[in-house]
């Protein structure tokens, strides 16, 4: 396994292949991660994972500067997965000058949920997707589904650019508990990490009243978010959504959509200082 901090070492290396795999991340390593890397490697003949935390996608309260970097720690955990190659570049190799050209997806994806509550994140994602794009040349992306909305949105990039990759979503790991995988999983303390499967919970609750029937979203949604807020939780949104768009579905729409696997119930909230997110198909 190469460790590569450089675009043109990585183009060079990289030379040799016909069907690299790029597993994008910010580092800070979990199984999560690693079970990417499985799903990645059958799918080609040179697997990359870059680890990178990318300064446009975080607003200017977030945490890009307490985020963990662990590259070392990184690197022992991809050693033996089946990686080849970890581009781990500088911020100045990624952006050697002010990054002036962005990538633009649609408000009316990248505006609502995630996008709603930090402004400018899908800018931030979609525009360093791009340039890693450009730095490894992938023929598959493989991108988790906990981050629903961002793997949508890359999805819709490539159609949109009619790139040549193919974006392969796997399903979210979870504690035995049900909690989701998550490196800011890190930031929580006992007792919240205790609480934390709350919202794994929530969505259930949320899942099984539509699959109980109820057709009425608002409620739905008031009711999760009332038990929720009720553990201490500080919620953004729980949230019914069509699976195709992330819209709301009319009221006349659910029961068909629900039948044929076409609603998501998405959510995000604070425990104490820590945002966590999570979503499940329904």
Known sequence: MLIIKTIAALHQHLAAYKRPALVPTMGHLHAGHLALVQAARPLCDVLVVSIFVNRLQFLPHEDFDTYPRTLDADCAALAGTGCDVVFAP?????????????VQPPPELADILEG????GFFVG???????????????????????????????RMVQ???????????????????????????????????????LAMTLQSMVQAL????????????????ALNARSWQTDYLTVRRRSDLMQPAASEVTALRDN?????????????????DNLEV
Do not use: W
């Open 90 to 102: 500088l911020e100045s190799e990624i952006y050697p000058e002010r990054q002036v050209f962005t």
């Open 116 to 119: 709603h509550f930090r402004p």
């Open 125 to 155: 994602v979609a525009t360093v997707v791009q340039k890693l794009f450009g730095c490894v040349q992938p023929h598959v992306v493989v991108l988790g589904q906990k981050d629903y909305q961002q793997l949508m949105v890359v999805r």
């Open 160 to 198: 949109q650019f009619a790139q040549p990759i193919d974006v392969v979503g796997v399903a979210t790991l979870r504690a035995p508990d049900g909690l989701a995988l998550s490196s800011r999983n890190a930031y929580l303390t006992a007792d919240q990490r205790t609480q934390a499967v709350h």
């Open 211 to 226: 699959r109980n029937g109820v057709t009425d979203i608002a409620t739905i949604e008031a009711n999760a978010a009332s």
């Open 261 to 277: 696997g076409g609603l998501v119930v998405l959510g995000a909230a604070r425990l104490g200082s820590t945002r966590l997110i």
